[in-house]
């Protein structure tokens, strides 16, 4: 039970660096210019972590102490997420500048991404029970 914890914080830790590093670096070969950007995409990607870390977190804690409550767990644990992440992109949508349709599109990009790796995790706790 807790190899499949572990895994799970691995796999989420290995996901959220290799998309920093595909990220930055695809910025970096296209020239793209981020130092207009309200928040760095260093600051968006520990931020989206932590998040995710939250709801996996709590998704555990849920399947230790009721099972059937995990996928509505998933499901209010992600619409606070989207709220968190609304909070955060109020300044760049109030923002005027050049880069605003790539800082929005990074953003959305990196919450997508995130989002469906907190699915992917939320699937496995649940095919654990299956499995057992």
Known sequence: MF????????????FSVSLFVIHYFAFALLEFDTSTF????GFLYALFFGLSLAVLITLII???????????????????????SYVILKPILVKI??????EKMSFFMTFILFLII???ITIRILNEKQQN
Do not use: C, P, R, T
Not at 3 to 14: E, G, K, Q, R
Not at 38 to 41: G, K
Not at 72 to 84: D, N, P, Q, R, T
């Open 62 to 84: 849920v399947k230790k102490k009721s099972y059937e409550q995990v996928g509505m767990s998933f499901l209010l644990a992600s619409s606070i997420k989207m709220i968190v």
């Open 38 to 41: 309200y928040y760095s995409l």
């Open 118 to 120: 907190d699915v992917y």
């Open 97 to 102: 500048d050049e880069n605003l349709v790539l």
């Open 3 to 14: 190899s499949n914890n572990y895994f799970s914080f691995l796999l989420l830790a290995v």
